[in-house]
């Protein structure tokens, strides 16, 4: 299987700390996306990384790709309560997207 | 505003019965996806459309059918052939397929064995 698996399960920081989430997969892969998904609601699209860039930016999220460990991480810098979330990484090598079972992020004021 | 919509947020099933669950966007999008969420997990992959009146199983479509009769629409129906139904089904949609579309989805169905 290439489905991607996040580490740490779950993450407790405070607010204005940086929150760091790891992805792991297994197989080769086109591209790979962060999503983040609030209590109850649908998943939100994050950023999207190529197999051939190293790392992207956007606002307080960073993200790196090395596809000689076949792994991911996703930095949010200078964290907010609202960042309290599900972080989920997908993978796709083709068509369709292989979710991980996500990180929970808590974020305490 | 563009955007997909879910209905019911909430949806409880008697034994044996067959239940259908409304997915509806207006971003023009031509490819669709029907995803189920249980408890801890990632997402598992039922159906998906790329095209209007074409559909493809996904990773467990047993227990599932779906439709795709307008660019718009796409529901899924919970048959009585799947045994353990409970769970939070997501549905998104994307511009084309292809993994370099990002997924856009709706705010999920919540469905409850009675």
């Known amino acids: 299987s290439q489905q991607g698996e996040e580490d740490p399960q779950a993450l407790s920081i405070q607010e204005g700390e940086n929150a760091t989430m790891n992805c792991s997969y297994k197989t080769s892969i086109n591209n790979l996306q962060w999503y983040r998904q609030n209590s109850g609601r649908g998943l939100v699209h994050l950023i999207l990384i190529r197999s051939n860039e190293r790392e992207k930016h956007s606002g307080r999220l960073r993200v790196t790709l090395d596809t000689s460990k076949k792994s991911s991480s996703l930095l949010i810098t200078a964290s907010r309560a609202a960042d309290t979330a599900s972080y989920f990484c997908?993978?796709?090598?083709?068509?369709?997207?292989?979710f991980g079972p996500g990180t929970r992020l808590s974020v305490l004021p | 505003d563009g955007g997909i919509t879910q209905s019911p947020k909430y949806l409880f099933r008697k034994e044996g019965q067959n239940v259908t669950l409304s997915c509806e966007q207006n971003l023009n999008h031509d490819a669709m996806y029907w995803y189920r969420q249980d408890p801890g997990q990632g997402l598992r992959l039922i159906y998906y459309s790329q095209i209007v009146n074409d559909f493809q199983k996904g990773d467990i479509a047993e227990g599932y059918s779906v439709s795709r009769e307008k660019k718009e629409s796409f529901p899924l129906t919970v048959t009585s052939a799947q045994k353990n139904p409970t769970a939070f089904y997501l549905c998104?949609?994307?511009?084309?397929?292809?993994?370099?579309?990002?997924?856009?989805f709706g705010d999920g169905t919540r469905l409850s064995i009675l």
């Open positions: 998104a949609s994307s511009i084309g397929t292809g993994s370099n579309q990002p997924q856009h």
């Open positions: 997908a993978t796709s090598n083709g068509q369709n997207f292989v």
